[in-house]
Every structure is written in C-alpha cells, then in structure tokens.
C-alpha cells in the first residue's frame, strides 16, 4: 500500500497501539495497513518538526517484525545508530511527543531512558551498540537470566571498527544474542568500504536466486522462512557456504548468518528472528531495506534520502527553511579554491561527504577525497599518513565524533608533528539532536594537545582566512571549529594585535572581554551595554585560541578585569587556558569564564540552551557589570601594586 493510499486509513490502527502487545495480536493484513499509517504519521509528524526520517521510513516492518518475536522491554532492544529508532517509540506508546519531536518539552531524537523503559542505550554515535549487546549478554548469561539481546545495526554503523571488534568478542563468548544488519546501503550517503561493496554485491547479483535453488534441492523439503531464505544455520556443506557470500565471511567469524531477507516483508522477517532467538548463539540476520522507503521524494533523494532535513513540505519534501548561507557552504567553497591552488591538499571524511561539505571538493577533484566510513579513529590514522607521504588532509567530521579520535590525533598526528587540518562542523551547542551531538568538548579535550593550534572563526570572513592559515601550517596539525547553521553577518576588526582581532574598545580598559568564535557579536552587544553603567570595555576575537597568544595575555594585563566568554565546556576551556597563561606571565588581573557547564545538557533550541546556561548578552552584560562594580567596591591590595583585591 502506497502512502497515499494509506492516508485514508491514517490512524485506524495505528491509534489502537498502545505497547508492542497490541502488534503481537494483529493479522498479516493488519500490519500490511499498520506499516502504511506509520508512514503517514512519520511524514505528517516529521515534515513540521525536522527529524530523520529516511531512515526511519525503511524500518518500518523490520521494528514491527522486532516487536512481535521479542518482549520488549524484558528483552533489551538496542539501535545502532540510534536515529533509526522512531518507529519502536511509535510503538511503544509514545505517538503524542511527536508533535514536540526534537523540541523542548517533546521527544528526543534518539532513544532516551527518561522517556521509556523500553530504551536502554542514549549515545547515539554510530558502531557501539554491539560492545553493548555483548557486555548485556554476558551479563545475563552470568546471571542466569533468560533474555534476549538484538542489536540493530544499520545506516553504515557495520563501516565502524567497533563492530567488528565487538563481533570477534561476541563469536568468542557465544551467548545469545541477535544481530540485525539493516543494510540499506547507506549511512547518510551510499555506504563506502569494502563490506558495504560485498553485501551489494549480494543484494544486486542475478545469481543469488540461483544459488538458493542449489540450497533449496540440498535440503529437500525444510523451509526455514519461506521465499527466499532457506534453513542454512546447520546442515548446509561448507562449498555451498561459500557461494552465499557474505554467510561464510560471518561464520568464519563463529557467528551464524541468516539471510538476506526482505526487510520490507514482515512474515519473512518474523520468522528470521524466530529462528535467531531459538538458535542459543549468536546469530546475525541480514535483512535488505530501502531507505526512504514508500515515500517517493525520499526514494528519490540520491544525496541522502531525507536523512535528517529540517521542516519540509509533507507532499513534495521540499525544505521549508528560507536559503540561507550556512557555515558549511562557507568552508566548503573556500577549501575548493585553496585545492585549485594547492595540489597537495586532500579532502577526508567518515560517512559525512555532505554534510560536512566535503563533497564539494569532490564533486571537482573526486581523486582527491576519502570517505572512509563511519571510522573516524582510522580517519585521522590514515591522514597522518597522507601527510608522512606529503599531502595537506583536511578531515571534516562533526565536533562531537573527533572525540572518537583523541588517542589518533594526540600519537599518530600531532607527535610526529604532522600538518593535518581537522576541521570540525556544529561546534557549541547545536540543539534538537541533544546531548551526544553537542560540540561542547573539542576546545578542552584537545586542547591538552602539544603542538596542536586551535581556531575559532566568528564570521564568514574569517572562517575562510583561518582556514587557509591553517593549511598553510606544515608543523603540526590544526583545528578549525564553527557551529551549524547559518553563518554570521561579517563582523569587522578595529584593529588586530598580532593574531588578536579588537572589535570594539574604550576610552576606559574596565573589562576586556575575550569572546570565542561565533560569541564575538553577543561580546560587541554586551560592551554597549555594559557602557551603559559607565564601564569601559574592550572586546576581542582571539581567533587562534590554542595555544593562547602572547599579545592577549598582554592585553588582559592592561585591564581591570577579564571576562572570556565561549560555546564550550569552561573545564579546561579558553577561559581556563587563558587564566593559566596569565599566572604563568605573572599577569594579577582577575579572570572570570563564562562557558558551557560539564554536564548533560537536554534537546531545545540553541538560543533555549544558551539561556538556560545564562549565556544571553544581557546575562553576561549583567554579570560583567556586577563584576566591575564588586571590584570598585574592594579594599586596595598592596601586594598588587594598587590595584583592588578580589572579593
């Protein structure tokens, strides 16, 4: 049944759906009309809020399938990646937080404990959840308990070296445990790497019918789930084994293998994880999906099949949002004409082509691009070599999956002191995709980094001169961090001081306050209203916040008081680097950091956030003044040549 087909039905069973028990008693033909109003309320819902939807669209059957062999939440149920996991909150009683998804008060974007008893694992960063699936499974068997893991793997997550990690530790413990490879095809593109190549060419190989027919007179008369799977766990001959590519690359493993199955066929699915769940071992069962599927203008996404868009027009798919100039298109254009000029410059990403950008490059220089796969460990490993071999990388990855790859860029990269450039999209707090996504640790965590140079554009401008500063940098490896969204108007210097941009001073030099990156235009507005009080203030732009430059150290000196104000953890942040650089230089002015607490901070809007953080300018202007006035207030220090202690 078509969506629109569908739309007539819109809700009749779906609105019966209060649990999974209530899919376990449907009839084929209900779960046929069932399937088409999830779609329906997934395009309905989705369309006003933005969401993923593609994927969520070519899991419909396979959770419904999911749902009726297992018992949720007795058994544990685990989605990898965890934006695929819509349709198992539709049917586990949480329709009406769809009119809210993403958005403060409504559901979050990927599984939440907060929310159900049926969701266990939050982070939804790709290629864990068989780490998780194994150490679960281990548990119960330890404990004695009978209940069933499954693990859904899919949008790419297998690209990841975790999986296969976990997937030797699971063949060697031999627990139950039930692996579902939804193989779309896809991560946020088509999927790159060598596994994804061979289990295309299974899904696309005229003969795979035919091989089945083999199996199919090699077992005489016993079916495992009908057309077209067969029973092949147990008494298939290793040579035809062999022919069912990839079942033996699995086995090989220790791990039996089922499949392909047609995901979008309940019944076949169904009896698939029967099967697995009554086997006692670990079983993968590799179930072929489309994503986007039944919704034609995902269908005919070649980009990415209405991965995640924002708002949408419901029956066209067509983007709501105004075009605007985003941060990426700005970085994007700006790295294809420095590759025009500079030959040595290669492009990297880890299953996010265009999303970061990159793709850009490629579309021009595809020679000159790698998209290795939801692999950002082997990412930055494989751009130092690039680099040993003479090339300038540029690895584009979001900012919060480079945290995957600390011990990569700390030993492979920058103790060979190798010019790499990381450049890291949605830094800061970036809203609806919640606390996982949030790029709120990049400044810290690599800023223990020896060698490593730091920088924080605050406009269009100068996001396209860091960036080729940063490339120009044959000493070591560079970081380039904005946010999402669209990019800020231009915000001209006053001056520069060495690497230091001033963008607005005073008269009186009360307050220097250091603004990071896309912070420097909330600086500006709270130095008008901080003049307001009668207080002077100096507003800067370090654009290079890693290592902290000496003239900005200087700078602090020449004040009464320095505020630092950034979209990062304070923990270690610039506000933290700075203070201590200022000891170091014997430099007395107090020092007070305004940035992101360490914590785990919910799904909103940015500008929600950011108040709820009491990051607002008329937060930090408020706080600036109480500052500054507290210090007029104190009793003179004479250990600090006149100037006021601090209270």
Known sequence: ?????????????????????????????????????????????????????????????????????????????????????????????????????????????????????????????????????????????LRGEKRSVVAVVGDGALTGGMCWEALNNIATAGNPLVIVVNDNGRSYSPTIGGLADHL????????????????????????????????????????????VAPQAMFED??????????GHDVPAVEAALRAAKNFGGPVIVHAVTRKGYGYRPAEDDEADCLHGPGAFDAETGKLLAVPSVKWTNVFADELVAIADERPEVVGITAAMAEPTGIATLARKYPERVYDVGIAEQHAATSAAGLAMGGLH????????????????????????????????????????????????????????????????????????????EAVAVDDGPTILRFPTGTVAADLPAVRRVGPVDVLAESARTDVLLVAVGSFAGLGVEV?????????????????????????LVELASTHRLVVTVEDGVRVGGVGSALAQAMRDADVRVPVKDLGVAADWHPHGSRAQILADLRLTAQDVARDCTGWISGLDAAPVDPATNGARAQS
């Open 393 to 468: 990388p540029v690895v584009a990855v979001y900012a919060t999956f480079l945290n995957r790859a600390f011990d990569q860029v700390l030993l492979d990269v920058a103790m060979h002191k190798l010019p790499v450039t990381f450049v890291l999209d949605r830094a800061g707090i970036t809203g609806p995709d919640g606390p996982s996504h949030y790029g709120i640790w990049d400044m810290s965590v690599f800023g223990v980094v020896p060698g490593l140079r730091i920088a924080a554009p605050r406009d269009s401008a100068t996001l396209r001169e860091e960036l080729r």
């Open 1 to 141: 049944m078509s969506v629109e087909e569908g739309t007539v039905n819109h809700g009749r069973l779906l609105g019966t759906v209060c649990g999974p028990q209530d899919v376990k008693r449907m009839t084929a033909e209900q779960l046929d009309i069932l399937a088409a109003e999830i779609r329906d309320f997934l395009i309905a819902k989705v369309s006003r809020t933005g969401g993923h939807v593609g994927p969520n669209l070519g899991v419909v059957e396979l959770t419904l399938a999911m749902h009726r062999v297992f018992d949720s939440p007795r058994d544990r149920l685990l989605f990898d990646t965890g934006h695929q996991a819509y349709v198992h909150k539709i049917l586990t009683g949480r329709q009406e937080g769809f009119d809210k998804l993403r958005q403060r008060g409504g559901l979050s974007g990927y599984p939440s404990q907060a929310e159900s008893e049926h969701d266990l694992i939050e982070n939804s960063h790709a290629s864990t959840a068989l780490s998780y699936a194994d150490g679960l499974a281990k548990a119960y068997a």
């Open 253 to 262: 493993l220790g791990i039996k293998y089922v499949g392909p199955v047609d």
């Open 527 to 551: 130095a008008a209203r901080v003049a307001e009080q009668g207080y002077g203030v100096t507003v800067v732009d370090p654009r290079w916040v890693r290592p902290v430059p000496a003239e």
């Open 200 to 243: 295309s060419s299974l899904r696309l190989n005229p003969g795979y019918e035919k091989v089945l027919d083999t199996v199919k007179d090699a077992l005489g008369n016993t079916p495992f789930v009908g057309k077209p799977m067969y029973e092949v766990l147990h008494a298939v001959k290793k040579g035809i084994k062999d022919a």
